[in-house]
């Protein structure tokens, strides 16, 4: 339920940095989505303080992160439209901030595995690399992909997408771990898909609008370039005219 307001963040920083317009609709959205989401997980936990406020602080980074994200990824002079250069420049980034924490939280426990640093059996230690490596190139297509959805749309389009599958992984533990959905959560589920479709409506409609603006502004200049080319072809029959009368 706290993670549902990184929404309600990102859509704050877009304000913030003008990356998105205040629009009633924009607003509308945001509030199903999240509302939808937290009426959905309502009462499926116990409440945890120390919890929360981690949760709520990663939720506020997230927001500046994927928002100033958009900023990079949009702005032609840096150079920086495709995913791949993108994550050159920021995963060592990433990696630098989170290997501290890997070294004191799992640092000490793959140091004394006998699956890794004291392996006996080198087929153990190959599968093991190799569930790791599939892992790795999983992340890495995760990160491409929402890289790539930043840079063509918005980090609150990501956003919705991120809470689209957490409303799939909750619809998947009710039949495959038996979790037990109030009529609470089945009418946030409804609210949460209405904004989420709601979001994919305007976008759809925007996509149009912008494709008939191009439309619209590439035949006032072909109708100049036109008007441009008569004039110079008109004097030149009237030189050779002339030429043929003398």
């Known amino acids: 339920m706290t993670k549902s307001s990184a929404i309600l963040f990102i859509l704050f920083f877009s304000l913030i940095f003008k990356l998105e317009e205040l629009r009633l609709a924009l607003v509308l959205v945001v509030l199903l989505v999240a509302g939808g989401l937290f009426m959905f997980t309502y009462e499926s936990t116990q409440f945890n ?60 426990p793959m140091a004394v595995s006998e699956k890794l640093f004291r392996f006996h059996d080198g087929w153990v230690l190959l599968a093991l690399l190799g569930k790791l490596s599939l892992g790795g190139l999983l992340a890495f297509g995760l990160g491409f992909s929402e890289f790539l959805l930043v840079s063509r749309t918005s980090s609150l389009t990501l956003s919705i997408a991120g809470i689209f599958k957490e409303v799939c992984t909750l619809l998947l533990a009710t039949h495959v771990l038996g979790d037990h959905l109030s009529l609470l959560n089945w009418l946030g589920f409804a609210v949460c898909l209405s904004g989420i479709s709601l979001h994919v409506t305007l976008k759809a409609f925007a996509s149009k609008g912008e494709k008939a603006q191009k439309e619209a502004g590439s035949s006032p200049d072909l109708e100049l370039l036109l008007r441009h080319s008569e004039p110079e072809e008109v004097p030149e029959e009237e030189d050779v005219g002339t030429q043929v009368q003398r």
């Open 49 to 108: 303080t120390e919890g929360f406020m981690l949760v709520l602080g990663a939720s506020f980074l997230g927001g500046i992160r994927w928002t100033l994200t958009q900023m990079l990824m949009q702005k032609a002079e840096l150079g920086l439209q495709n995913p791949i250069d993108t994550m050159f420049h920021l995963q060592p980034l990433m990696f630098l901030g989170l290997f501290p924490l890997f070294m004191a939280i799992e640092g000490l």
